[in-house]
T-cell receptor, first 110, second 116 residues
């Protein structure tokens, strides 16, 4: 158990819809990272927050957004969903350079 | 741009065989970190090791060992006496540590199947 909690574990929705994925980092970790794992793109960095502020941005689509709240949990919002957004979305938190990943949220867009 | 190449897409071995997973990386940074993660069929990403660019000592942890060679930009992972439970996809990753961010660039992964 990495200590990073992600909900929901599985989500099935339709094209055009909007979903929110939630992540609670390990206790005491200030950084949260979001990654997407898809069959064609592999594991890709999306975005990082540190203590509520956006720290780094990767290949995140404009239809996607994230935020980190004062209690340090983070949410990834995916809107106007397309079939190609079907993927496993991971959240990770870090301390002293080590990244620990949650179990992921598997999103299926039909 | 940073890049990680895991040339072996799939490897299949018989239990108790030793197996080495290759990882070659590209970076212009002088300070960087290399990682290995394991993704079993259940899907989670399990942290195995983190190595910084200044430490070229090989590391051994039980049946696992890592060979870091800066001269060839490689960070290979060996499993000795493989077991069925080692069956998983293994990812090598490289981080850049600019601006306090430790975002990772992952390789495509190597799927290891250990047969009884």
């Amino acid at each position: 158990d990495s200590g990073v909690t992600q909900t929901p574990k599985h989500l099935i929705t339709a094209t055009g819809q909007r979903v929110t994925l939630r992540c609670s980092p390990r206790s005491g970790d200030l950084s949260v990272y979001w990654y997407q794992q898809s069959l064609d793109q592999g594991l890709q960095f999306l975005i990082q927050y540190y203590n509520g502020e956006e720290r780094a941005k990767g290949n995140i689509l404009e239809r996607f957004s994230a935020q980190q709240f004062p209690d340090l949990h983070s949410e990834l919002n995916l809107s106007s969903l397309e079939l190609g957004d079907s993927a496993l979305y991971f959240c990770a938190s870090s301390r002293a350079g080590e990244l620990f990943f949650g179990e992921g949220s598997r999103l299926t867009v039909l | 741009a940073q890049k990680v190449t895991q040339a072996q897409t799939e490897i299949s071995v018989v239990e108790k065989e030793d197996v080495t997973l290759d990882c070659v990386y590209e970076t212009r940074d002088t300070t960087y970190y290399l990682f290995w993660y394991k993704q079993p069929p259940s899907g989670e990403l399990v942290f195995l090791i983190r190595r910084n660019s200044f430490d070229e000592q090989n590391e051994i942890s039980g049946r696992y060992s890592w060979n870091f060679q800066k001269s060839t930009s490689s960070f290979n992972f060996t499993i000795t006496a493989s077991q069925v439970v080692d069956s998983a996809v293994y990812f090598c990753a490289l981080s850049e540590t600019q601006g306090g961010s430790e975002k990772l660039v992952f390789g495509k992964g190597t799927k290891l199947t250990v047969n009884p």
